[in-house]
């Protein structure tokens, strides 16, 4: 006998669709239901099983031979059914493969090359904060949180001038590809293919500046580390992953500091604190939301019993603020000890790129801090929804010079 809304293997079924409007609006209700249901639920909607505590999602990422990335990280199943592009030679796989992907990615985005990077992200922060001053009213989403990115990044891979316009609605594409088969999943699909044509387009050689991250991805064709063929689904990588994520990261941290002025101003008093502001952004609104794994075995996880071939959605918002873990879980607070969070995730699949985005989350903070006495939020916010990226669509503020 099984307890009402209860299976025999012990696991609590939930009627919650973590993947509608109504729940991205506001997740944190349900965020806290699915916590305090049982460290292990069953979504009958999707058939997936949730962790939304902080010590189950940490321990999915940490055991990727049972939690495996290579049947997808999204809903689907890639042993059920074909991919809708092909498949990440980075995100998308485990090791063995995964290691010798995620070495050259790693390489490429080390803190070598961050060095190389740091004075020209400083300088365009400091002249997009100084451009923001002289219009003082402004959308922080558009005129801060997109053009900061794509004033270094694209340039920073080595893409040409044309056809950026792009790379946003390809990145909000990917991160919608990974829910389920809704309507914000399928009217993505349908418009994608002049966004997938130009990114397979930019991630060829032929078409990537020297002296880029991207021609360096391609240089480890010559010493052997990857073959000509995976190399473009590498940069492809670094197009899917590094733009969208660091706009919604910022977008996060600007929304914080208007939303909580008691934290602006310990900021500005303190400008050794905007890594750590921008970091605690990133566990408070954790800009990616979701992940699934897929089981590769029969798991006992915390007393749940998860069969074979079975999805497992990881909500990486939740265990952000999982009271079990963090202390006032639910406060900006810039001098938190941030460490552990899993907004870039955990284990081997940790973001590879999360150096870049630091380093562009801190130099934006670091220029606002110096240069704006205060933001004020002057209109409406509006929600952009997405299945897998959490973040605004427009922040109407108002800023005034130091
Ligand atoms: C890829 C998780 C997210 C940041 C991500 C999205 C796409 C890829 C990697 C990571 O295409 O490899």
Redesign the pocket.
């Known amino acids: 006998m099984s307890a009402p809304g209860s299976t025999v293997s012990g696991v609590p079924h939930l009627d919650v669709d973590p993947f509608d409007m109504n729940f991205f609006a506001d997740p944190y209700p349900t965020h806290e239901l699915l916590r305090e249901t049982g460290p292990v639920v069953y979504l009958d909607k999707w058939k997936l099983y949730g962790v939304a505590r902080y010590a189950e999602v940490h321990a999915v990422l940490n055991d990727p031979a049972t939690f495996c990335s290579s049947r997808g990280?999204g809903l689907s199943d890639f042993k059920k059914e074909t991919p809708w592009r092909p498949q990440?030679?980075?995100?998308?796989a485990d090791p063995p493969e995964h290691t010798r992907t995620r070495a050259v990615l790693s390489k490429v985005l080390s803190p070598t090359v961050m060095k190389g990077l740091r004075e020209r992200f400083a300088a365009a922060a400091d002249q997009r904060v100084d451009a923001l001053l002289e219009k003082r009213s402004f959308d922080a989403i558009a005129d801060l949180a997109e053009a900061y990115p794509l004033s270094i990044f694209p340039d920073a891979l080595g893409l040409k001038p044309e056809g950026r316009e792009n790379l946003i609605p390809y990145a909000s594409l990917?991160?919608n590809a990974f829910g389920p088969p809704n309507e914000l999943r399928k009217e993505a699909i349908a418009r994608s293919a002049p966004h997938q044509a130009y990114v397979t387009a930019q991630c060829q050689r032929d078409n990537l500046t020297p002296g880029g991250i991207g021609a360096c991805i391609h240089a480890h064709v010559d010493d052997g580390a990857i073959t000509a063929t995976e190399a473009p689904l590498l940069v492809?990588?670094l197009l899917?992953?590094g733009l969208d994520?660091t706009v919604n990261g910022i977008g996060a941290a600007v929304y914080c500091l208007a939303r909580f002025p008691d934290q602006w101003q310990r900021l500005r008093s303190d400008l050794t604190l905007a890594r750590n502001a921008f970091e605690e952004a990133v566990r408070f609104e954790s800009p990616?939301q979701t992940?699934f794994r897929t089981t590769t075995r029969e798991v006992d996880l915390s007393g749940a019993t998860i069969g074979e071939g079975e999805k497992v959605l990881m909500f990486l918002a939740a265990a952000n603020r999982d009271p079990r873990r963090w202390d006032k879980p639910d406060s900006y607070d810039i001098t938190r000890r941030t460490s552990g969070h899993v907004g870039y995730?955990s284990g081997i699949h940790m973001?590879v790129g999360q150096l870049v985005a630091r380093l562009e989350g801190e130099t934006m903070l670091s220029a606002l801090a110096r240069r704006v006495a205060s933001i004020e939020i002057t209109g409406e916010p509006k929600r952009r929804f997405n299945n897998t990226l959490r973040g605004l669509d427009s922040l109407p503020v108002t800023i005034s010079p130091a």
């Open positions: 990280v990440s030679l980075i995100l998308e990917v991160f492809r990588s899917s992953a994520t990616v992940f995730g973001c």
